[in-house]
């Protein structure tokens, strides 16, 4: 393939793109038509035969439909509904389910650099045990019937003490528990969306924040996200613009990158927020790894516009389910109705034991451990990964999150691809990106990337 | 208040009942003109001044507009979506979350008639503490890591030999864990189910099929359901004029009525349901309540047209989430998406115990004696209610629900909410019912039913 026909290939393939992500985020809904070739092809700065090109790809690919004398259409999804009919199907590798799936289906020999948790010997292992024992000699109501609507008061109350800590005010009345941090924010999405309301993402952000407003049918929109939080001048014009009812973010520690919100955006966000009425779902599920706190979002807004979530899979355990959602007082009813219509009881058992091992002295040593564990890690692979050209975006203050550039051209898909036939799983950068616009990205979660046969396999298909 | 008007009055609340009736099935949407004074009337077999008062009562309510010169409208429903408001305001007692919440939030010393559960200590305690025992010396995974994604192998394995045991034939790999019964339907809903699709339920219901439908904001249809399975000249009347995309019931013991699908009612459901392509949801939680395997529309169908789920919460416990669907093959993949993207890894620590729980030599004799611990309640609770004029509609062949009609024309509302006064929980019949036709009727659950006290407030609640 000599030099031009590569750079053609490549063009194709960023159009095909471009109109697979419009698809994905649901700027082009099924039956919608397609910008014209001419239109296509001065927009995105390529000729009109490229377009043609990568229309009849996609048209063979059955994304999209041609119909002779009028234009190119979205085809219909078949029905029943399907997550991953929407989304690009000809690099799978780049799905925002890919990740989750590889990770969650690994055997138990496989390495993870890819996965977003910690390996169950860094969690309290010796305090869950402890809890088990306590739970039981329980009172059987504890681990056989259910709970209440709003769960586990101690627990609530506990939660609310620690978010205090973090400048977050709430009273234990309105903080509802939920069965992860995951169905926190579905329940969110189905109390505050509509059908085709539009929903703010970062760029790069958390892959299962698009896969779970994918099926709510949100249409999505994305803002690059800086060292210090969002673009703001992005932010403000996408609000402006697109007029999203919702905005989903990591607080403390962003997920993929590390990054840190910083007072001014934060004060900017929320200034931006007021005006636009953006309500804001703050995910402050990397808290205990902080070892300082960062600006939370509610804390500055008091929960009127924001809507603070977590869980405890990332400190505690993944296996025993556990979230919380802490909102203004006037919405807490109708979030226990839609719980309760879509979960009924919530898991009590779950979070029996989560407060067993929370409000045993010894989880403050864990989580203190925990955070020098990390640095430790931290400072380990990314020497390591430097060695190997693979260049960290930026050195976290905290947390397990390495967001890499990879060497030269490298595409972190074809790279993740390589891995995961020597059964080591991956996090490539465009599962994290709305835009697909992180292809030379890669995440790295430190605690899964000690083994030397991670750095063996990179080094192999980095070579290529 | 003489004879005349209060009959008038009842005219008034039966046209308003029904409005609300098709507000809440969104037979009715937001916006929506209602039918015409003069149709209705018509329609209701009542005088066009009963309309006028019914609907000016309504608008007063907040829930339909009047707009002079062009009619009556659905009022647009207030953003966020809450499903309170969907349903009627006036008369709480029959919302299908009121005997939910009321059960869920009962202090410990309240009794509950009225809750679809049986008491903890009715429950395999002994089992469950044992299970706990050896969860906290097993490997640190089983209580700190994700699951996979279709769920503990061994515990889908016992599910398939299970369900093969009532004739119903699926490989584990076509089963996948949910964090409940209530969620597998969740997810169904959301796989199978556009906005505005209409879904089928059996009149009475579980009162939460309704609130989850609303939930995913399906237009609900309702068929009389017979002590042999649902009217069939009604099913196939609705069926053909509603074209509904689901059909969400129970096998084996039916809840509230506690009547048994017959074969034949079974085999003419599933040819009506292959005629109009209509999917069935088989909820098939109350299975090891019985004495004799009734028929399962998913064992005549072999999983093709019919999905089968089920959970533990009945018999093994509340506190402990965990549900299963067991589907066609080509449906698990995208199932599984939907499930990640939603609760991500799932419940892996109440599968755990749910397994050990059931793999434990007891639990087979914990059944037997539970399932003969039922029928002499049922028995002894029969009994005592029919001293006091209330008469089971049919005396159940297992299970735990006793549906009852109360004698003359006590309005089960009133009782339930007398009741609540002096701490009982009752489940009146409307809650269970679309048409709002069981305002008679009353659901007992034997096992919550043992306390004299319940009787004595029955007994003066009955007299007024």
Redesign the interface.
């Known amino acids: 393939m000599d030099v031009n026909t590569e750079l053609n290939t490549s063009r194709v393939a960023t159009v095909m793109a471009t109109i697979r992500q419009r698809i994905a985020g649901r700027n082009l809904t099924p039956g919608a038509k397609l910008p014209s070739v001419r239109a296509m092809a001065k927009a995105s700065g390529v000729s009109t035969s490229t377009v043609v090109d990568a229309y009849e790809r996609l048209v063979a690919e059955g994304v999209i439909l041609s119909r002779p004398g009028s234009g190119f259409y979205v085809a219909n999804q078949a029905?029943?509904?399907?997550?991953?009919d929407i989304g690009p199907k000809l690099d799978r590798a780049v799905d925002p389910?890919w990740v989750?799936?590889q990770s969650?289906?690994a055997d138990?020999g496989d390495l993870k650099p890819g996965c977003g948790?910690l390996p169950?010997?860094w969690?309290p292992?010796t305090g869950?045990?402890?809890a088990?024992?306590t739970?039981?000699?329980a009172d059987?109501?504890?681990?056989?019937?259910?709970?209440?609507?709003l769960g586990l008061p101690p627990l609530r109350q506990h939660i609310a003490r620690r978010m205090a800590e973090r400048g977050v005010e709430a009273s234990p009345d309105q903080i509802m528990l939920t069965?992860?941090g995951?169905?926190a924010i579905?329940l969110l999405c189905?109390?505050?969306?509509?059908?085709d309301d539009v929903v703010l993402v970062d760029d790069p952000c958390y892959f299962?924040f698009q896969?779970?407003l994918?099926?709510h049918r949100a249409r999505i929109v994305s803002v690059p996200y800086t060292p210090s939080g969002p673009n703001i001048e992005l932010f403000s014009q996408v609000v402006a613009e697109h007029r999203p009812r919702l905005y989903i973010t990591n607080s403390a520690i962003h997920n993929p990158t590390g990054a840190t919100l910083s007072p001014v955006a934060a004060h900017k966000v929320l200034k931006i927020a007021d005006q636009f009425e953006l309500t804001i779902v703050e995910d402050d599920i990397f808290a205990d790894f902080e070892h300082t706190p960062a600006p939370r979002l509610a804390a500055f807004d008091g929960l009127d516009r924001v809507i603070h979530i977590g869980s405890f899979?990332k400190t505690l355990?993944?296996?025993?389910?556990c979230g919380f959602i802490a909102a203004k007082p006037e919405?807490v009813?109708?979030l226990?109705?839609?719980k309760?219509?879509?979960?009924?009881?919530?898991?009590?058992?779950?979070s029996?034991?989560v407060y067993k091992v929370l409000s045993d002295g010894s989880y403050r040593k864990h989580v203190e451990a925990l955070r020098s564990r990390l640095s430790e890690a931290m400072f380990n692979v990314s020497a390591k990964l430097k060695n190997l050209g693979i260049v960290p975006w930026l050195e976290p203050s905290a947390g397990m999150f390495l967001w890499c550039r990879l060497p030269g051209d490298v595409n972190a898909a074809d790279v993740a691809r390589a891995a995961l036939e020597r059964k080591i799983v991956l996090a490539p950068g465009n599962a994290f990106s709305l835009s697909q616009s992180a292809q030379n990205f890669m995440r790295f979660n430190v605690s899964q990337t000690l083994d030397a046969r991670v750095f063996d396999v990179l080094r192999d298909t980095l070579r290529g």
């Open positions: 029905a029943p509904f399907s997550l991953s389910f989750s799936r969650l289906e138990d948790w169950p010997s969690l292992e869950i045990r402890r088990l024992r739970l039981s000699r059987n109501r504890a681990f056989a019937d259910y709970g209440s609507p069965e992860s995951t169905q579905d189905r109390f505050l969306l509509e059908p299962n896969a779970l994918r099926a899979s355990s993944a296996s025993a389910r919405w009813d109708a226990i109705d839609l309760i219509a879509t979960t009924f009881g919530g898991g009590r058992l779950s029996e034991l």
